[in-house]
């Protein structure tokens, strides 16, 4: 069993049996990866992470690195280009338009298009802008490489830093929406969906009735998000 740390340093992890494995920190988090991979599978996307409760404050997915293939990490991936830490560093200081833009850059000359990488990020920002996904660091999205299949570009996974799971039990439902802020090119979830261009998730009323059954924080942030960009 191999057990490391979240990008955050808090939250406990482990690989046990083709199993990753996740103990919540803040509280919540296993909640938050239940309702998106709900959300997601309702949705009818196919290529995300499935993620189920294993207990109150636990949750598991499935190894998704293919035998013999990798997971690369798009800072990492940074990394072996030749660029250093202090290069990305004032990369990430950018405007978000030119932190996109060069993403996009570093990707297709890997083999990825233009209009294949805007559909993938509209898709990405969109869905951290409906979950407030805190964490969409560049540690937090990546390739898989494998032996017989193209790179593939993995970003639907890891949403236990989302629908206010790091802010306060206590703290009222609006201010933990109000500051909570993107991480992967700007602090505006907007922002970040205006330089992707548009994507809408088909939300099946079933889901709506889901959250509205489930009663716990996470899932009436949710709601409140759908309302907003959905209604």
């Not at 803040?26 to 196919?46: H, M, R, Y």
């Not at 330089?195 to 996470?218: C, H, M, P, V, Y």
């Amino acid at each position: 069993m191999t057990v490391f740390t979240s990008s955050k340093g808090t939250q406990e992890k482990w690989l046990k049996d083709d199993y990753f494995y996740k103990r919540d920190f803040f509280g919540g988090e296993a909640e938050a990866e239940f309702l998106v991979s709900e959300f997601l599978k309702s949705c009818g996307i196919e290529d995300y992470v499935p993620y189920e409760k294993v207990g109150s404050d636990l949750c598991r997915s499935q190894n998704f690195i293919p035998e013999g293939g990798s997971f690369v990490t798009m800072f990492r991936l940074l990394q072996q280009r030749g660029y250093t830490e202090s290069d990305i560093e004032q990369i990430a200081k950018k405007q978000p338009q030119e932190q996109y833009n060069f993403l996009k850059k570093e990707l297709a000359e890997i083999g990825f298009s233009e209009a294949e990488l805007d559909s993938i990020f509209a898709r990405l920002f969109e869905i951290d802008r409906l979950t407030l996904n805190v964490d969409r660091h560049w540690n937090n999205f990546g390739i898989i490489f494998s032996k017989d299949e193209p790179p593939y570009l993995l970003t639907l996974f890891d949403f236990g830093y989302s629908l206010g799971v790091t802010f306060p039990r206590t703290m009222p439902t609006h201010v933990a929406i109000r500051k909570s802020k993107a991480m992967t090119v700007s602090k505006s979830f907007d922002k970040q969906c205006e330089l992707a261009g548009t994507f809408s998730f088909d939300i099946q009323d079933s889901f709506i009735e889901f959250l509205k059954n489930r009663k716990t924080r996470e899932a009436h942030i949710f709601l409140s998000r759908i309302n907003k960009y959905y209604n």
